[in-house]
């Protein structure tokens, strides 16, 4: 059966659509305008009672959760060795980048970027923000750390790197213009993920979904 995998332009669901070009699984793609509020309705509800993309639907039933998804999309397509076999050390490695991409870097920029979503109270919000913006550049020093003397993540290319490269391009976002440090080994593997065949026009169309949505 064709996966199907419900996205938002830009959003953290651009990792799932990006993992599954990379695997060649047959796969369609339902785009789902959050910035419009497309996820809300009761039809997205029966998809994800969460409400939230990603969500994958298979043949067994729907998977939400990039960190479930993202390794669901590896295991399917072993010959591509998108991430470590499972039961190894390197798979546990893997899994423990994409809890920290998940727990950390992307609970951090929600409010850095949107922190009005949580409290409405100007002074509050911007309180929120500076708070989010601290855990966030400790988060993102630490990757452009661990990246000043490898190429990606882990031994080789796997689904964390896609994963990362999301939260690598929110930091363009204008909310955060000239609040984040400068992070030139992030940059390097940014663009080095970019270089990767087909992965620019999917995220060039990602881009023109989500301006046409704005
Ligand atoms: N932990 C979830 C987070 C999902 C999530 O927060 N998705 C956002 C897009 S990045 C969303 O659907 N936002 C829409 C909304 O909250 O209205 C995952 O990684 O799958």
């Known amino acids: 059966m064709t996966l199907t995998l419900f996205h938002a332009p830009l959003s953290c669901s651009l990792a799932s659509r990006l993992a599954l070009l990379e695997s060649g699984l047959p796969h369609e793609i339902k785009v789902v305008h959050t910035t419009r509020g497309e996820n809300l309705t009761e039809a997205y509800a029966r998809i994800n009672p ?6 994958l639907v298979t043949a067994e039933g729907v998977i939400t959760e990039s960190t479930a998804i993202l390794p669901y999309i590896a295991d399917r397509a072993p010959e591509r060795a998108l991430l470590p076999s499972p039961g190894t050390y ?31 109270e100007p002074a509050a919000a911007e309180a929120l923000r500076a708070s989010a913006l601290e855990t966030l550049v400790k988060a993102l020093t630490e990757l452009d750390s661990h990246l000043s003397d490898r190429q990606f993540l882990l031994e080789a290319f796997s689904l964390c790197d896609l994963y990362a490269l999301v939260f690598s391009l929110w930091r363009g976002a204008p909310a955060l213009a000239g609040r ?35």
């Open 90 to 120: 390197a798979r546990a490695q893997a899994q423990a980048w994409l809890g920290f991409l998940s727990s950390t870097v992307h609970a951090a920029f929600s409010p850095a970027l949107f922190p009005e979503r949580i409290v409405s």
């Open 180 to 214: 984040l440090p400068a992070l030139v080994h992030l940059d390097a593997y940014q663009m080095r993920l970019m270089g990767r065949p087909g992965l620019m026009p999917i995220i060039g169309e990602d881009m023109a979904a989500r301006a046409a949505a704005a």
């Open 50 to 55: 969460r409400r939230k993309v990603p969500a």
